[in-house]
């Protein structure tokens, strides 16, 4: 349960992150958090005796990797816009599409 | 195995919650890069040895990546902090609805979930899923590189 929590709390603060920041940068950082929370989640699930199950493992491993990537890609996709709109502001980016 | 990693994991929210308040860059790029490392050594010590490798080799892509996009857009925050208005009200209520969800949920849950034993694991393709992270997490950086033109760097 406990464990379980701390899991609930780091997708809360990636949460937080994707919700209430307007920086592009930060909103991909609250994705990577939520992805590392959502993989700690499965690890948890799967802990059996002293390690854990390689089923787990390897959705968690998908998790990070996949979430990580993703987040990759996207940051290149954000730089991109910055060249094009001149700032990171969801906002601003949104005034001013064309 | 509960301990260390539950603080560890705190710290990796902490680390995390740093880099979304910190206003430069710099500092944003180096929480994130620990706040990896640290969700790694939880991973470690839980006994996820290939999720704590795959934590390591995302963590450092992501801070070489972040470390160009900051090149590329300036070294400091200069976005208002907060989203203001409704739509921040909302997205304060939903993150409380979330947490209080889950704590539900999760009462319910009891002390575990069903899981396959290390019988049922695909145990024989650890080296093929390590290999899998590192070509996912290459791919990445090339498909930065690709789009942004400098396959030559």
Redesign the interface.
Known sequence: MQMYLVSAILVAAGLYGVLLKRNLFKVLIGIALMALGVASFVVTAGAAGNGVDAVSQTVALVAVVGGASVVSLMLVTAVRLHEKYGTLDIREMRRLKG | ??MP??VL??V??VL??V??EARN?RL?RVS?GL??LA?AG??FA???V??GV??V???V??YL??G???K??GGT?I??A??SGTS?M???V??VA??VA??YA??G?G???A????A????SV?LL?EG??VV??L???W??LR??GRRGE
């Open positions: 195995m509960d990693v539950a994991l705190i990796t929210a995390g919650l880099a979304l860059m944003v994130l706040a990896f969700f939880a991973m839980a006994g996820a290939e999720v795959g934590a080799i995302g963590g892509v992501l990546l972040l160009w996009g900051v590329k857009t925050d976005v208002a907060f989203a921040a909302t997205g304060a939903t993150i979330f947490l889950a704590y999760l009462d849950l002390v575990g979930i899981s396959a034993t290390a049922h694991g695909a145990s650890g899923r899998l992270v996912a997490a791919a990445a950086v498909a930065m789009a942004t």
